[in-house]
């Protein structure tokens, strides 16, 4: 997440910590599903919009991508449209989608909902011994190019992860990462 001082822009203390501190937007501080959880992605997404934030990283892909933060009305009531850490049911078990993890066949798995609705497992990255080389500038751009990282879109894909390592390298126990694509 850029500093917004570059911007000259006077952020909400919440969003400016999170600027300063270099968390993510989905590493929100606040509870899921709370109000300030939700002003924060309003918040980062109007500065966006009004060209005063520039997203990077899992932010870009948040802020343009889901509709987190906006609110719609379902029986007569406003209600949030999207929220992207959920719990869901695979195979017996409760899971959280979108998280990915060590283990599994390869080196790491995400539970994912597909087209019609159903909870399956994304099994994802290299068994062979090799590395990956989150802070090596040149393999990163190597690896993104190969893989077309661009263009990966479908979270059912095992592609669409490897591609986003990056941004779950601390929580997958990985050196480095951050908040930056491939």
């Known amino acids: 997440m850029r500093s917004f001082k570059e911007h000259n822009v006077d952020p909400s203390i919440n969003l400016e910590y999170h600027a300063k501190n270099g968390i993510p937007l989905n590493e929100n501080v606040f509870r899921v599903g709370s109000k ?7 918040e980062a997404r109007k500065q966006m919009e009004e060209g005063k934030y520039i ?3 899992v932010d ?3 802020l343009e991508e889901t509709d987190i ?3 719609g009305l379902y029986e007569g009531q406003f209600v949030p449209i999207d929220c992207p850490l959920m719990e869901a049911e695979y195979q017996g078990k409760e899971v959280e ?3 990915p993890k060590r283990g599994g066949d390869k080196k790491f798995y995400v539970y994912v909902k597909n087209d019609k609705g159903n909870v399956i497992k994304i099994q994802f990255g290299d068994t062979t011994g ?3 080389k989150i802070n090596d500038p040149e393999a990163r751009k190597s690896f993104a190019a190969r893989h077309q990282c661009d263009q990966k879109k479908d979270k059912t894909k095992a592609g669409y992860w490897a591609c986003r390592l990056p941004y779950y390298a601390k929580q997958l126990g990985l050196s480095g990462g951050g908040n930056f694509f491939w």
């Open 36 to 42: 300030s959880y939700y002003e924060l992605f309003q």
């Open 55 to 57: 997203p990077e990283g």
């Open 60 to 62: 870009k892909f948040l």
């Open 69 to 71: 933060g906006e609110y």
């Open 97 to 99: 989608l979108n998280e």
């Open 130 to 132: 090799l590395k990956a």
